[in-house]
């Protein structure tokens, strides 16, 4: 098979040197020397479809700066906690409380707050959340969205359990 030089050409912040040695699975690399200064070896399909773009200095810059964060605060917040178990019951096939509890018996978590902790820290705040309660749907059957949601004591919640049957 015939390779193309690619000698000089310029990938994001790499330049490539110079050939380097076939990796194991026989691929054709180059020794890239990027904007920063660091050299490594690529393989040439990297270079070519853009998934290597520098040494590794790009990503690391990305991540530090945030810029492929949200920026609702709430991460590690107990709200934010509360809003991804709600969306993990309803949503997660391997969730242990999916089959028989939530999800799969149809319960849902409206597309507003599926699609936005913002969202649903707005309600929780409107509607009287406090660290000392939790999530609780007024219709056992019905799912979580605004008009069937409440902040509840443990014992409030406790006598607003479904049926057996």
């Known amino acids: 098979m015939r390779w193309h030089d690619l000698t000089g050409m310029k990938f994001g912040r790499l330049t490539v040197i110079e050939r380097a040695n076939n990796n194991n699975q026989y691929r054709a690399q180059w020794l890239c020397v990027c904007e920063c200064g660091n050299r490594r ?5 990297c270079l070519l479809k853009g998934t ?7 990503n690391n ?3 530090k700066s945030g810029a492929n964060r949200r920026t609702h605060g709430g991460c ?12 993990t019951r309803c949503k ?3 969730s242990i409380d999916y089959q028989k509890w939530y999800g799969g018996r149809g319960i849902e ?3 507003e707050w599926d699609d936005s902790f913002e969202s649903f820290k707005e309600w929780a705040i409107q509607n009287g959340y406090d660290d000392k309660l939790s999530i609780d749907r007024i219709n056992v059957n019905g799912n979580y969205e605004p008009d069937n ?6 014992k409030e919640q406790a ?3 479904r049926k057996r049957g």
């Not at 070896?41 to 399909?45: E, F, K, L, Y």
């Not at 590690?76 to 969306?87: A, F, P, Y």
């Open 149 to 154: 949601c409440r902040w509840s004591t443990s």
């Open 52 to 58: 290597s773009k520098s040494c590794g200095c790009l």
């Open 41 to 45: 070896i690529i393989p040439s399909d």
């Open 76 to 87: 590690g917040t107990r709200l934010h906690r509360i809003w991804k178990n709600m969306k």
């Open 92 to 94: 997660n096939l391997n």
């Open 159 to 161: 006598n607003n359990k």
């Open 109 to 111: 978590v409206c597309k």
């Open 61 to 63: 810059e990305i991540r």
